[in-house]
């Protein structure tokens, strides 16, 4: 198994920044995908940035330009860089990740874009 632990989430006022980390932990890691969902109130969740085994990284729309997802190289730390933060990103934000084929999911980080 896995255990993913999120941290950085917080209150920040529009056009700030946040960096969320995400600590992953467990015997014999085999990750290939990491990745940041989010939930707002009421709504559905949704992925908003992954990395995968090779480098490639994928953005939700909304997002591209404003945030960067990035990992180490032994897949136990993961991170998102959000700049320029809008209302709209206002949610939790969960870290994932597959390993050995099964998908993890950590507890969520609160993240709230407010003045």
């Known amino acids: 198994q896995v255990q993913l632990v999120e941290s950085g989430g917080g209150l920040v006022q529009p056009g700030g920044s946040l960096r969320l980390s995400c600590a992953a932990s467990?015997?014999?890691?085999?990750?290939?995908?990491m990745g940041w969902y989010r939930q707002a109130p009421g709504k559905e969740r949704e992925l908003v940035a992954a990395?995968?085994?090779?480098?490639?990284?994928k953005y939700m729309d909304s997002v591209k330009g404003r945030f960067s997802i990035s990992r180490d190289i032994s897949w136990r730390t993961l991170t998102l860089q959000m700049n320029s933060l809008k209302p709209e990103d206002t949610a939790v934000y969960y870290c994932t990740a597959i390993h050995w084929g099964h998908n993890y999911w950590g507890q969520g980080t609160q993240v709230t874009v407010s003045s």
């Open positions: 467990g015997s014999n890691l085999s990750i290939t995908v």
């Open positions: 990395i995968y085994s090779g480098g490639t990284t």
